[in-house]
């Protein structure tokens, strides 16, 4: 079965505290991407990577920091700068990093706030 | 910047109706747009994807249009279904970083 799983389904931080979530994907796709969903609002892209051990800075990059050491593997860690952790986080894979192809989503994971 | 804007924010319907999803985004040179859909607390499933080239897309219930030259296009939904209730998004891909820009979604709503 191929696809993209992120684990935890549910996150939850602690002030000050680092918190890693997992992005896998068994499709042989090059380029990986994190989203921020926010209530009532559209995705927003974090980081991206076009091939292993490279990535770029999206959007909202300042406070996350992620690693591509395989290519199936690109986790996000959200770090104690990031002041408004509360959301819900999307990764996705697509074949080639020119974005002409679709973005095959996970399910995503809720990181909450203690 | 891109910006994307998704009218009406919220829809209900009743079943059986045919309906339209309007998306618009302010800078014209794209190189594809692609409509998703959201299930409550879940990820995104890809529904259409038009690239730049293209007028409309079809599948199944689903017509997709793109109008570059105005900015904006459409998702017509046939002949609705209670299991079509899912938020819609829209997103464009442009410029040099190709990055991917969404909308703040269609919340869909169809009415046994």
């Known amino acids: 079965d191929g696809g993209i799983t992120q684990s935890p389904k549910y996150l939850f931080r602690k002030e000050g505290q680092n918190v890693t979530l997992s992005c896998e994907q068994n499709?042989?796709?090059?380029?990986m991407y994190w989203y921020r969903q926010d209530p009532g609002q559209g995705l927003r892209l974090i980081y991206y990577s076009q091939i292993v051990n490279d990535f770029q800075k999206g959007d909202i990059a300042e406070g996350y920091s992620v690693s591509r050491e395989k290519k199936e593997s690109f986790p996000l860690t959200v770090t104690s700068a990031q002041k408004n952790p509360t959301a819900f986080y999307l990764c996705?894979?697509?074949?080639?990093?020119?974005?002409?192809?679709?973005?095959?989503f996970g399910p995503g994971t809720r990181l909450l706030v203690l | 910047k891109q910006e994307v804007t998704q009218i009406p924010a919220a829809l209900s319907v009743p079943e059986g109706e045919n309906l339209v999803l309007n998306c618009s985004f302010t800078?014209?040179?794209?190189?594809?747009l692609q409509w998703f859909r959201q299930d409550p607390g879940k990820g995104l499933t890809s529904l259409l994807l038009i690239q730049s080239s293209q007028r409309e897309q079809t599948s199944g219930r689903l017509n997709a249009s793109l109008d570059k030259s105005s900015g904006r296009s459409t998702l017509y939904i046939a002949a609705s279904q209670p299991g079509d209730s899912a938020t819609y998004l829209c997103?464009?891909?442009?410029?040099?970083?190709?990055?991917?820009?969404f909308g703040s979604g269609t919340q869909l709503t169809v009415l046994p």
């Open positions: 499709l042989n796709h090059d380029a």
């Open positions: 997103a464009v891909v442009g410029g040099s970083a190709r990055q991917l820009t």
């Open positions: 996705a894979s697509s074949i080639s990093p020119g974005l002409t192809e679709t973005q095959y």
């Open positions: 800078d014209s040179a794209i190189y594809n």
